[in-house]
């Protein structure tokens, strides 16, 4: 599976900016797609994720502002960010947690993006 992202940019405080990423290459099913952030010297960070079923969750920080959703049909997922904050700053990655079945066993992989910038200025 191929992870393509887009949407980042420069955006004022307050802005909003919708990230996007669609998965290609393979049919294997996602139980897992989310959204992370990093900064220079610092871990990549969960910010937003979406199960198969449809339940998601979010980091305390972003929670109210920021929405995931996705398009089975397409295998893409969207971040929706409003209110933004110069500390929403950073690198965004898509990630994918791909099922992978075999005839030995059934098993997950995860899957990245190339990340997207985004800046939000004061």
């Known amino acids: 599976v191929q992870l393509m992202e887009s949407g980042g940019g420069l955006v004022q405080a307050g802005g909003s900016l919708r990230l996007s990423c669609a998965a290609s290459?393979?049919?294997?099913?996602?139980?897992?797609m989310g959204w992370y952030r990093q900064n220079p010297g610092k871990q990549r960070e969960l910010v937003a994720g979406i199960t198969r079923t449809g339940n998601t969750n979010y980091a305390d920080s972003v929670k109210g502002r920021f929405t995931i959703s996705r398009d089975n049909a397409k295998r893409t997922w969207y971040l929706q960010m409003n209110s933004l904050k110069p500390e929403d700053t950073g690198v965004y990655y898509c990630?994918?947690?791909?099922?992978?079945?075999?005839?030995?066993?059934?098993?997950?992989?995860?899957?990245w993006g190339q990340g997207t910038q985004v800046t939000v200025s004061s």
């Open positions: 990630q994918a947690r791909v099922e992978v079945i075999t005839i030995e066993r059934t098993s997950e992989l995860d899957e």
């Open positions: 290459g393979s049919s294997n099913r996602l139980n897992f």
